[in-house]
């Protein structure tokens, strides 16, 4: 690939990555804005909940009464140096598998959302749940649906385009 196109490559990669976030941190705000913490409204019907609950932890409240220092190293830290890491390597192979790059820019712009929640008001705001009888998920936001998506699409990056082994 030549320079001028690795470079566009680089920054429609980035822009994608931006995209991910202002959606992620526009919901956010809408919600924050229009949505009382704990309500409950069915979007569509009762299988699509509208929920606001502010989220101090990580996965399904996950950490939320560890030790603060703990929490920053845990949900600051680490994930920042994951962001950083993965954006280090997709920039450095942008035009490789494409594939792999939309899915590497989704978990970057959702970790990033939600990472920017942390670092700006201590907790990340969450308002999606989806419920099938007595099947349900946890609450979610809009940064989890993008890191959601970019780890299936890596997964199938990595099925489609792996080489064979050889004997």
């Known amino acids: 690939m030549s320079a001028p196109s690795t470079r566009l490559t680089k920054v429609l990669l980035l822009l994608f990555i931006a995209l991910n976030v202002l959606v992620d941190q526009w919901s956010k705000e809408a919600v924050r804005r229009e949505v ?25 409240g996950m950490g939320q009464d560890w030790n603060p ?44 959302g939600n990472l920017w929640d942390r670092f700006y008001l201590g907790e990340v ?21 993008s890191v959601s998506v970019g780890l299936l699409l890596v997964v199938i990056a990595y099925f489609r385009y792996r080489k064979p082994q050889e004997a």
């Open 125 to 145: 705001t969450d308002f999606f749940q989806l419920r099938f009888g007595v099947v349900r998920t946890g609450i979610f936001n809009m940064a989890d649906v």
């Open 36 to 60: 009382e913490p704990r309500s409950y409204k069915e979007i569509a019907g009762p299988a699509f909940i509208l929920t606001r609950v502010e989220n101090t932890g990580a996965f399904l």
């Open 69 to 112: 220092l703990v929490k920053r190293i845990f949900l600051q830290g680490v994930p920042l140096a994951l962001m950083l890491f993965l954006m280090y390597r997709l920039l450095q192979h942008p035009g490789n598998n494409r594939l792999l790059a939309i899915g590497l820019c989704c978990i970057i712009g959702g970790g990033l």
